[in-house]
């Protein structure tokens, strides 16, 4: 599979959000089929593995999710770069420091990762701890060789300014999809000037631009995301139609999916984006790897830019969620 940087860490072009094998697309599958499935895309050359701390069945208790891709990782953690992610409240730092916090965060990930060191380590979502000193935490913890690197998740353009000005960031996780392109306008081009990645999560939309839910498609009620996301609800998925159908006619043109073509309009975009699909479906997640070898020529690209642009978007996630 092609290579593609985030600042100092080399990664395979489209990386694996593992978060679906512990939450949020409903019943999770055994953990012996999760472990074969991170294993297969490994083998199939995915080397970016992507997990957090609360992935846990119904975000209750921590670490499930942690504990899955440690072991199906394990034997070849040398040859893969792991991305985790944490929370962090001011109550919890008390009359200590906001190192001290991290650090204890940090331990107990890379115990359930079964490593010594993770290579990205991302704060998940901005809580009441100024993100300056979290900066400086990470700086100190990549002085120590505990992370290689660190990121932000879900945050706009002032805060990473703030945070890269202490300590060059790696990498920006936040929400990008054909139907979520808020980024476009700030926090893209920012990262391509400051030589920060960009890694996109739930980059096919929740599968919205998969072509395969309809207004029809009953998602679970347990613990599935997909109750609440915007672009969902059956007056949404009528509306997004128009997209829908032009993903499916360059599909079809090239005999590829829906979902390829999705990743590879934003990997032809714009050369800093490693997007993380997630599926619990393993061949699935060899299919969205496997847009890594979806080439766009520059007609193609401008031209199915250009028709997306002209299609309204029904529903919107934006950073808050």
């Known amino acids: 599979m092609k290579k593609r940087k985030l600042r100092n860490l080399t990664v395979s072009e489209v990386g694996m959000g593992c978060m679906a094998f512990s939450h949020g697309y409903g019943k999770i599958p055994p953990e012996k089929y999760s472990i074969e499935a991170i294993q297969n895309a490994y083998q199939y050359g995915c080397t970016f593995f992507d997990t957090a701390e609360v992935y846990s069945p119904n975000l209750m208790g921590i670490g499930h999710n942690e504990r899955i891709v440690g072991k199906a990782l394990h034997d070849v953690r040398e040859n893969v770069v792991l991305a985790t992610k944490l929370f962090l409240n001011r109550s919890e ?12 965060h940090l331990e107990a990930s890379m115990k359930r990762l079964q490593t010594d060191m993770v290579d990205l380590y991302y704060l998940h979502r901005m809580g009441d701890v100024p993100v300056e000193d979290v900066a400086e935490a990470m700086g100190q913890l990549i002085e120590e060789g505990l992370i290689q690197g660190w990121g932000l998740s879900q945050v706009d353009v002032d805060v990473i300014e703030r945070a890269h000005k202490i300590m060059p960031l790696t990498a920006i996780q936040n929400i990008y999809s054909m139907v979520e392109r808020d980024a476009e ?8 000037e400051n030589n920060i990645g960009v890694v996109p999560f739930s980059p096919i939309a929740s599968g919205l631009l998969s ?14 995301v997909r109750n609440w996301v915007p672009q969902l ?6 509306g997004n139609q128009p997209i829908i159908n032009l993903l499916k006619e360059y599909a079809d043109s090239k005999n590829v999916s829906s979902a390829q073509i999705s990743l590879a309009w934003m990997l032809h975009k714009y050369s800093n984006i490693v997007p993380i699909p997630g599926s619990k479906n393993k061949e699935r997640i060899i299919e969205n790897l496997n847009s890594s070898e979806v080439e766009l020529t520059d007609e193609e690209f401008y031209s199915l830019e250009g028709s997306l642009n002209q299609c309204k978007v029904y529903g919107h996630r934006g950073l808050s969620r």
């Not at 730092?93 to 190192?99: H, L, M, P, Q, W």
């Not at 609800?233 to 009528?238: G, L, R, T, V």
């Open 93 to 104: 730092i008390g009359n200590g420091s906001v190192y001290e916090a991290v650090h204890k």
């Open 233 to 238: 609800s059956k007056e949404n998925i009528a």
């Open 185 to 192: 306008s700030r926090v893209i081009p920012y990262c391509l």
């Open 211 to 224: 072509g395969k839910i309809t207004t029809e498609t009953k998602f679970e009620k347990n613990d599935d």
